[in-house]
């Protein structure tokens, strides 16, 4: 069914506590563009790969499959010695290899549909040139004491995947080589020890070894942060000839202006874009920001808000695919799993003990985000606010995701919408995050912060995650409500020709229906 002659205008409203500032018109244009790639942003990362063995983790991640539209997991530590030990060597000096404990998480992904996206870290210790560890789990972060003794570990790996899994699926997998190479602390390599040309010659065996197996394979690289040497990876591959089919890196909002740039991740993936402008561009790690719990930002509504304009900004730069750090609290890099209570600024779209965040809920709402996009007018750099419109393939269901992200530098203010429909559209549906509609850290911080939660609690906790879904009705085409400081809302509208579905899709994800 066509469109029609629809036409949706915002008007958005700025008050402060005192006052209302300065009004910004925002207009869903009625012209249909093409499909919302809902691909781009179903990569989730984790921590490192011994976690993946665990049952908790497992479940998790099924979860995410099946509620977020998952695709594909993405954690450190392949190849460290926790997983097998994957190589070791024999009393004759030559290197036994072990994927038992690689097949197990793979073949645990196979099984329910998920892709690995294949981060290959860290040196295994029989291959490494020196003792140097980081983290809590004691990665080798050196260079392989022989090149080839690391290419032959690739080749016989590459192949084994080739074997047990067919060259089909292979080829929908991501292959990264290492992981932030570049990344220094205290003026000493903190994931790799080595240089940028050691990292170079590192990714050269590395892809030949792969291209070798199977020239279905996926092969990038230099997943550094901060969009660190994007050129120079681009021109050794072009000069030497080594196979590379995208290029990645990663992205923390807290790398610009520490944190109180609204505009941030627009500004990395415009930059990076830049560097990259031909090939597939991967940002592989983003989350809402390293704040060092100045802000609790990850188990708050500001993540939600934030990845809702974040993968908004990603789509306006071109970016290939985003994956978003990190999918559970079932995570260690400094300390152990549990050594914390259930909210402690964890990375994780949900709690070690499964409570979705809000930012879990603002990825359920982006995966309902299906069809053809509808155009809408860019807010001026620095207003916080973003927003999504998607109509359905069959013309009937139109939504729009709005958020109002604030940093810390920003006023704290809420945003007053005034949405204008023009068509045959019959009153929707409204969901809501923010600082008290699906934030179980409010009703945690009620309980009296406990460390370890009954069933009763979790069970609280579990429903005050769920966001709310209440009727917005329109009035001569036009309704009204109110979007707080780091807040989103998703609006579902439904055509006059068709039957109101919404309930029926998130009946399965027991949302709260009011009044």
């Known amino acids: 069914m066509a469109l029609g002659g629809m036409a949706v205008g915002l008007l958005l409203l700025f008050l402060d506590v005192a006052a209302a500032v300065d009004q910004v018109a925002l207009t869903v244009s009625s012209a249909i563009g093409p499909t919302w790639d809902v691909a781009r942003y179903s990569v989730v990362g984790s921590g490192h790969a011994a976690l993946t063995l665990r049952q908790d983790w497992r479940r998790q991640l099924v979860r995410a ?158 997943a550094t942060s901060g969009g660190a040497w994007l050129p120079a990876f681009v021109q050794y591959c072009q000069q030497s000839g080594t196979p590379v089919d995208f290029v990645s890196t990663h992205g923390y909002p807290t790398e610009v202006q520490h944190g109180l740039d609204p505009d941030a991740m627009r500004e990395l993936f415009s930059e990076a874009r830049s560097k990259v402008p031909s090939l597939p561009l991967v940002f592989s790690e983003y989350n809402s920001g390293l704040y060092d719990n100045l802000i609790q930002n990850d188990d708050s509504s500001f993540a939600a808000a934030f990845a809702v304009k974040a993968v908004m900004e990603a789509h306006l730069s071109n970016i290939t695919t985003l994956s978003y750090w990190t999918f559970s609290d079932i995570f260690e890099e400094l300390r152990p799993v549990g050594s914390k209570g259930p909210f402690y600024n964890g990375y994780g779209m949900m709690t070690a003990q499964g409570i979705a965040k809000p930012v879990y809920r603002a990825f359920e709402m982006l995966q309902l985000l299906r069809g053809r996009q509808l155009q809408v007018t860019s807010l001026p750099a620095g207003s916080g606010v973003a927003a999504i419109c998607t109509l359905s393939n069959d013309g009937s269901t139109m939504r729009l995701l709005v958020s109002n992200f604030r940093t810390p530098g920003l006023w704290q203010v809420s945003v007053n919408v005034s949405l204008q429909v023009d068509g045959s559209w019959r009153d929707g549906w409204i969901q809501r995050i923010d600082e008290h509609n699906a934030n179980p850290l409010e009703a945690w911080w009620e309980m009296g912060k406990p460390g370890t939660l009954s069933s009763a609690q979790l069970e609280m906790l579990h429903n005050a995650s769920i966001p709310p879904v209440s009727k917005i009705e329109f009035l001569d085409g036009c309704a009204q409500f109110v979007l707080p400081p780091n807040g989103v809302a998703l609006i579902e509208l439904h055509h006059i020709d068709h039957n109101d579905r919404m309930i029926d899709s998130l009946g399965s994800r027991r949302y709260a229906i009011t009044s």
Request: hydrophobic share 40%; net charge negative; charged share 20%.
């Open 65 to 222: 499959k099946q509620e977020l539209g998952i695709s594909h997991v993405r954690f450190h530590g392949l190849l460290d010695d926790d997983m097998g030990p994957v190589v070791r060597m024999d009393a004759a000096g030559s290197a036994v290899y072990n994927f038992s404990g690689i097949d197990s998480t793979f073949d645990f992904l196979h099984q329910n549909g998920i892709r690995p996206f294949v981060e290959l870290s860290f040196m295994p210790t029989a291959l490494a040139s020196s003792s140097s560890t980081y983290l809590h789990y004691k990665a080798n972060v050196s260079p392989p004491r022989s090149l080839s003794e690391w290419e032959a570990l690739i080749a016989a790996l590459a192949s084994h995947w080739v074997q047990r899994y067919g060259e089909e699926p292979i080829s929908e997998w991501w292959i990264e080589c290492w992981n932030e190479p570049n990344l220094k602390l205290l003026g000493h390599g903190a994931f790799w020890t080595g240089n940028q040309e050691d990292y170079f010659a590192l990714y050269n065996a590395t892809a030949w070894a792969f291209k070798a197996a199977s020239p279905k394979f996926r092969v990038g690289g230099p």
